[in-house]
């Protein structure tokens, strides 16, 4: 899901959460199961230690940004004292979810849009951000998951089209996608993800909101980050399903259509902990509330931007945005 442009460097680390790091270990990031090695100080998160004694494996899903925020909260717990259990980039949306609600992992970022459609079955969406969150918050609670304050970032689904074939169809919104579908149903070829061609908050809800028809032989399924190449480099994919914290947007000059039938839900990351954790942690709260307080969705392009775009190590990334 995601990953652009945003400021440089300069331009954000000055505002970030203090950490004081000191890598152990050089190279890439950790592989998933494996401890976290950073020999890590407490700066602006983590004084006094709060977490001393205690053992937490944090994950993630299997996408750069997910991963992105799964190793920035390892690296909060470290700095407030807790050994860390990195089992990060697990696949599909489950895995993650199951390990939290199991208590096989004690701390993972979710999004609101995912557990109200997706884990907890509701068909429309909450337009309202904070509503959404209260929503999954109260009711996910019931199932032992605890969600935490979300950050400003929304890491929405769109459909995105290059501008050079946009220079021809001058497509602005999905209602557009629609009228093309029904005046020319040949000229709509879309590549998706194979989750998003099935869950209602996916390609068939978007079809049925917008009163739309694609012809199955126009879908193609491939996995997201080869998406973005068909779509500005090919003429295989005239639109592309693509999240809005994307860094490659912006790389590759793609126009991103507005959903101007506020279909997609918000997805706004938030820390989502086991309970049970929680219970004997609450300082969990006041430790993340700093991070998500910072992580807007131009913060989330630019860093994802670093790892999809420019090729850099997710761990590192990380590190360096929260020293």
Not at 221 to 227: L, N, S, T
Request: proline share 6%; glycine share 10%.
């Amino acid at each position: 899901m995601r990953r652009t442009y945003g400021p440089r460097r300069g331009a954000f680390a000055g505002g970030s959460v203090a950490l004081s790091l000191a890598l152990l270990l050089g190279g890439c990031g950790l592989k998933s199961g494996s401890p976290m090695v950073d020999d890590v100080s407490p700066g602006s998160v983590g004084r006094g230690e709060p977490l001393k004694g205690a053992t937490l494996t944090v994950t993630s899903k299997n996408f750069s940004e997910n991963i992105i925020l799964g190793q920035m909260t390892g690296l909060v717990f470290k700095a407030a004292g807790a050994e860390v259990i990195d089992r990060t980039n697990l696949p599909g949306s489950i895995s993650a979810r199951e390990a939290i609600i199991n208590g096989d992992a004690d701390a993972q970022w979710d999004y609101t849009g995912t557990g109200w459609i997706t884990f907890l079955g509701h068909a429309n969406p909450i337009v309202d951000p904070k509503k959404q969150y209260e929503a999954v918050r109260d009711e996910d609670k019931g199932n032992g998951v605890i969600w935490l304050p979300p950050a400003p970032l929304d890491n929405t689904y769109a459909l995105a089209i290059s501008k050079k074939n946009n220079a021809k169809y001058r497509l602005r919104t999905l209602s557009d996608v629609a009228a093309l579908a029904k005046k020319d149903p040949g000229a709509v070829t879309i590549c998706v993800e194979n989750e998003f061609a099935s869950r209602d908050d996916g390609l068939p809800g978007m079809e049925k909101k917008y009163g739309m028809k694609i012809p199955a032989g126009n879908i193609r399924k491939m996995d997201a980050g080869i998406i973005y190449t068909q779509v500005s480099e090919s003429d295989s994919c005239l639109l592309g399903e693509v999240f809005t914290t994307d860094g490659r947007i912006k790389a590759m000059d793609l126009d991103v259509l507005r959903d101007d039938k506020n279909f997609f839900p918000n997805y706004n990351a938030s820390p989502v902990v086991h309970e049970a954790t929680f219970e004997k942690y609450p300082v969990i709260a006041e430790l993340l509330d700093p991070l998500a307080r910072k992580l807007t969705t131009e913060v989330a392009q630019t860093l994802n931007a670093k790892v999809d775009v420019d090729g850099e190590d997710p761990h590192e990334v990380a590190k360096e945005w929260l020293v």
